[in-house]
């Protein structure tokens, strides 16, 4: 089933950003990915290179002592185009000793777009709506320095 599919490629990114795992990461990426995390960091939307966006979560997550995805309530939207998917999601990060508390978590709603490319989907657009967010928010620029 192409659902089964289709969500197996989000889940991959996730769980291999948890574990480190860049290589999985990148591979379920186009080259170039729209990428909206603009109500978590105020930053606006960009299209950026799949590599960029790998080396800077490589450069960043790895100084949480782990971070924890998880997704959920997935619905697909298939076109001639490529395939839109919704689902919800949290992300706990943890930094021990960190000033404030040690976790941060976020949760949210996710909007994917994917195409298929040589006959495998791939991610061209990722964007996180935040819906709530506990803990320590200040993680993200303590992890940062």
């Not at 490589?58 to 395939?83: D, I, V, W, Y």
């Not at 978590?105 to 935040?130: A, I, P, S």
């Not at 200040?138 to 320095?145: N, S």
Request: proline share 3%; aromatic share 14%.
């Amino acid at each position: 089933m192409e659902e089964s599919i289709v969500e197996a490629v989000i889940i991959r990114i996730f769980n291999g950003t948890d574990s480190r795992q860049w290589e999985m990461v990148r591979n379920n990426f186009a080259d170039e990915v729209l990428v909206d995390y603009t109500s978590v960091n105020g930053r606006p939307a960009s299209v950026i290179k799949a590599d960029e966006l790998i080396e800077s979560w490589r450069a960043f997550l790895p100084k949480f002592k782990f971070t924890f995805h998880r997704q959920s309530n997935f619905q697909f939207e298939f076109s001639e185009k490529g395939c839109n998917v919704f689902c919800k999601g949290d992300a706990l990060h943890h930094l021990p000793g960190a000033e404030g508390g040690d976790l941060w978590t976020v949760y949210g709603t996710y909007h994917f777009e994917l195409t298929k490319r040589t006959g495998q989907w791939k991610v061209t657009v990722m964007k996180f709506d935040l819906l709530y967010q506990q803990g320590n928010t200040r993680l993200p620029a303590i992890a940062a320095t």
